[in-house]
């Protein structure tokens, strides 16, 4: 069945240090999800992508959808504490029996040292 | 508008007991779903809907029943509780299954003694 394998697990980072999370799928995509979890909170929605090589931007993070499709990044410049939390993806199958299926990462969580 | 309710917020249950999961959404969604959340597993989906009177298993769906009456609610009911099935609980909906962003709820934390 459809893998979405997320690395790393942990990311500690000093203030103001850059961080990324990449997220890899075992089948083709037809797009790709990114969410942010608080510690004790829910996931929220950050953004979606799906066009092969798309990239977008929402202030200091930056998100990159692979040429096949198949991966995607992650990118936060200058690390604020209010980035601490969980960051998930969620690769919706692009075909096959599992079509239409949303599978998430296992997050990778960011601790942020003032 | 409230988005997605679910409760209780907590709960702690013995071995074997049974209950139920609330979840409730008040933007009319038509995709709703059962989520896990286990330290370094990510989400791991337990039973999704597509609409009232439309239910499917997830990847993770032993233990659990759901039902879809409405279109604002899906419960998630634990048959016989197991030590296994401590967790958190998110539910999810969306406007349609492939492609929407999910809205999640506040979660329920399951112990299981």
């Known amino acids: 069945g459809q893998q979405v394998m997320q690395i790393p697990q942990y990311q500690h980072v000093q203030e103001g240090e850059d961080f990324t999370t990449y997220c890899n799928s075992s089948?083709?995509?037809?797009?790709i999800q990114w969410y942010k979890q608080r510690p004790g909170g829910h996931p929220v929605f950050l953004i979606q992508?799906?066009?092969?090589?798309e990239v977008k931007k929402q202030k200091r993070l930056t998100f990159q959808f692979g040429e096949a499709k198949k991966n995607s990044s992650l990118h936060i410049t200058a690390t604020q504490t209010t980035d601490v939390g969980t960051y998930f993806c969620?690769?919706?199958?692009?075909?096959?029996?599992?079509?239409?299926?949303?599978?998430f990462g296992q997050g990778t969580i960011l601790t942020v040292h003032p | 508008n409230a988005g997605v309710t679910q409760t209780p917020k907590f709960q702690v249950l013995k071995t074997g007991q049974s209950m139920t999961l609330q979840c409730a959404q008040d933007?009319?969604?038509?995709?709703m779903s059962w989520y896990r959340q286990d330290p370094g597993m990510g989400l791991r989906l337990i039973h999704y809907?597509?609409?009232?009177?439309?239910?499917d298993q997830g990847e993770v769906p032993n233990g659990y029943n759901v039902s879809r009456s409405t279109t604002e609610d899906f419960p998630l009911r634990l048959l016989s509780a197991a030590p296994s099935q401590t967790s958190v609980y998110f539910c999810?909906?969306?406007?349609?299954?492939?492609?929407?962003?999910?809205?999640f709820g506040d979660g329920t934390r399951l112990s299981i003694l």
């Open positions: 933007m009319n969604h038509e995709y």
């Open positions: 809907s597509v609409g009232a009177g439309i239910t």
């Open positions: 999810a909906s969306s406007y349609d299954r492939v492609g929407q962003p999910q809205h």
């Open positions: 089948t083709t995509l037809s797009n």
């Open positions: 969620a690769g919706t199958n692009a075909g096959g029996t599992s079509y239409g299926k949303l599978t």
């Open positions: 992508l799906v066009k092969s090589g």
